[in-house]
């Protein structure tokens, strides 16, 4: 069974102060690890995925990387703006199709 | 386009009635899945669907839960009778079927709460 670990639950970050989210996985075979962002009130918003081991995407403030049995969420200078929980989601080999196995998330707070 | 649409967005009921929810899938996205948010498990599939067929329905809790899918516009989700216990955030996704490794696009949810 495909399992998602999360780490901090919590993270309170002073604006400009820069910060690591975590995200351990066990897959059987990884096809793909997705980076979700999520605001109060909405649905999951996509932000990255990751297939192989060494990989980085980026997206403004945000880097993904990826090793075989984690990945980081890399938040550079961070604003208020993004505040949000960050959920992380491995794809295995055994799901099939799109299924996706969701981590709890970190929620981040980044203050003036 | 307007997205994955759902509703009710908020739907408030008593122990033991029947709670249907709705989705409408983003056009020409061939899966469609069925999750529930709470505080304690996070984000849970229940079932998911490939061009209208049922695929994998193992995360459904139990028998009181069904799902749905008529056509490819159309899917719902229906507790029946509900209780406390399935109050939570219930999402509607979709995705393309180009590949096994599209991202899901997330209706705004049905904020569910059983009394």
């Known amino acids: 069974e495909d399992q998602v670990t999360q780490s901090p639950e919590a993270l309170r970050l002073q604006e400009g102060e820069s910060s690591s989210l975590n995200c351990s996985y066990t897959?059987?075979?990884?096809?793909?690890l997705f980076w979700y962002r999520q605001d109060p009130g909405k649905g999951p918003e996509f932000l990255f995925t990751?297939?192989?081991a060494g990989e980085e995407k980026e997206k403004e403030r945000l880097k993904a990387t990826l090793t075989k049995k984690e990945s980081f969420l890399h938040i550079t200078a961070p604003k208020p703006e993004d505040s949000a929980t960050y959920l992380c989601?491995?794809?295995?080999?055994?799901?099939?199709?799109?299924?996706?196995?969701f981590g709890t998330g970190t929620q981040l707070k980044v203050e003036l | 386009d307007a997205g994955v649409i759902q509703s009710p967005r908020h739907e408030v009921t008593e122990m033991g009635q029947e709670v249907t929810l709705r989705c409408k899938p983003i056009?020409?996205?061939?899966?469609l899945f069925w999750y529930r948010q709470t505080m304690m498990r996070g984000l849970e599939l229940l079932i998911y669907?490939?061009?209208?067929?049922?695929?994998?329905d193992s995360g459904m809790p139990e028998d009181r839960f069904s799902a749905k899918m008529p056509n490819a516009s159309f899917s719902t989700l229906k507790i029946q009778p509900s209780e406390p216990r399935d109050s939570a955030v219930y999402f509607c996704?979709?995705?393309?079927?180009?590949?096994?490794?599209?991202?899901?696009?997330f209706g705004p949810g049905t904020r569910l709460t059983v009394t």
């Open positions: 989601a491995v794809q295995g080999l055994t799901g099939g199709g799109n299924k996706l196995t």
């Open positions: 056009s020409g996205h061939d899966y």
């Open positions: 897959v059987s075979g990884l096809r793909g």
């Open positions: 996704a979709s995705s393309l079927s180009m590949g096994w490794n599209d991202e899901q696009y």
């Open positions: 669907f490939n061009n209208n067929v049922p695929i994998d």
């Open positions: 990751l297939y192989s």
